[in-house]
């Protein structure tokens, strides 16, 4: 970068006061929660992630310097939230992802569906998306998700987003295209479930047996060392 696109000091010194300020409201936003998932938490979170990225890249422009603070996620977090703050409706948006992990077992229950129902004709139960339709069709998402492996599917990745709006939607207004208009901004939370948190975790606990095995062998190690200063003592008594 050439001199003359380098931020001032003074500029630098600005994005700092901001993650101070940033810091300060996160606080106050913690102290205050009203729960486990506080909107306000959450903007404040953002806030402050924005905050520290800005003061990063200045930092390091300037004088070629990094801070040593990380914030998880701050890459793939939501904007601030700018929707009412009275919602007078909600959405709901939900994905979940499946791996068809035994077809034949999808095709007996989707077989089984058909019997009862008493269905002629050709049976959509003999291909796998005719299957996936009949049981989709049969049972709520939520039955499906707890009963999975039974009907020979695998759980991938899920999200759920709960966006907020000053008056509900006209019926039938955004059924053909029902994912495309979600306004960030509008969303009042969301969870993820990934196997990638999964894979963190492990990694975690492998660190801390690797460490614990190293404690036990530390361990093993000085008790030899004493079991073998014990027998030596006797040994230096009878040659006095």
């Known amino acids: 970068m050439s001199d003359a696109a380098q931020p001032t000091a003074a500029e630098v010194r600005a994005a700092a006061e901001a993650v ?3 810091l300060d409201r996160h606080l ?3 102290e205050r ?6 909107p306000a938490v959450y903007e404040a979170f953002n806030q402050l992630a924005a905050a520290a990225e800005v003061y990063d890249e200045l930092l390091y422009d300037r004088y070629d ?3 040593p603070f ?3 996620g701050a890459e793939d977090a939501l904007p601030p939230y700018t929707g009412p703050e009275e919602p007078n409706a909600l959405s709901v948006l939900i994905r979940r992802d499946y791996a068809v992990a035994e077809p034949q077992r999808l095709l007996a229950q989707a077989q089984r569906i058909e019997a009862a129902d008493g269905d002629e ?9 005719g299957a996936l339709g009949l049981l989709f069709g049969e049972f709520e998402p939520d039955e499906i998700a707890s009963r999975h492996k039974e009907f020979g599917l695998e759980e991938g990745d899920s999200t759920l987003w709960v966006t907020a709006a000053d008056e509900p939607a ?4 955004w059924l053909e295209a029902p994912f495309e208009q979600v306004d960030a901004q509008q969303v009042v939370c969301r ?15 492998e660190d801390e047996e690797d460490e614990d095995a190293e404690d036990l062998e530390d361990l093993d190690t000085d008790l030899d060392e004493d079991d073998e200063d014990e027998d030596l003592e006797p040994l230096d008594a009878d040659r006095r």
């Open 191 to 205: 969870f993820d479930v990934s196997a990638v948190f999964d894979d963190e975790v492990d990694a975690l606990d």
């Open 28 to 30: 106050a936003a913690v």
């Open 121 to 129: 004709g050709s049976p959509a139960s003999g291909t796998v998306h």
């Open 65 to 67: 310097e990094v801070t």
């Open 20 to 22: 101070k300020t940033a």
């Open 170 to 173: 006209e019926p039938g207004e």
């Open 70 to 72: 990380e914030i998880p």
């Open 33 to 38: 929660r009203s729960g486990e998932d506080d």
